[in-house]
Nanobody, 117 residues
């Protein structure tokens, strides 16, 4: 397992914004597809957004236009900018790194995002 260190979660009002960060080791970051997943209470973990090594992004339908995933290869960090947050975005958000060409699949510890007034 490769450590992934997440930060940036918290409590925000509906319509607000948060930015999540995930730092990975230099050994894997540039060769990994990076992603953000989330798990709400009583639900399965699902993908929120992913970004390839070349910068191609994909999003879950319910976050398109509101969330933006990006990566900074110089800092070995992936970000998730979340705007126009809704109560249904409340979940634990997990960072994921899939090392290309291998079965290596690494997870962060999770960070809580709560959207509530």
């Amino acid at each position: 397992q490769v450590p992934l260190v997440e930060s940036g979660g918290g409590l925000v009002q509906p319509g607000g914004s948060l930015r999540l960060s995930c730092a990975a080791s230099v050994a894997i970051f540039s060769r990994s597809v990076m992603g953000w997943y989330r798990q709400a209470p009583g639900k399965q973990r699902g993908v929120v957004a992913r970004i390839s090594t070349g910068g191609t992004t994909t999003y879950a339908d319910d976050v398109k236009g509101r969330f933006t995933i990006s990566r900074d290869n110089a800092r070995n960090t992936v970000y998730l900018q979340m705007n126009s947050l809704r109560p249904e975005d409340t979940a634990v958000y997990y960072c994921n790194a899939k090392l290309t060409g291998t079965l290596s699949d690494n997870w962060g510890q999770g960070t809580q995002v709560t959207v509530s007034s």
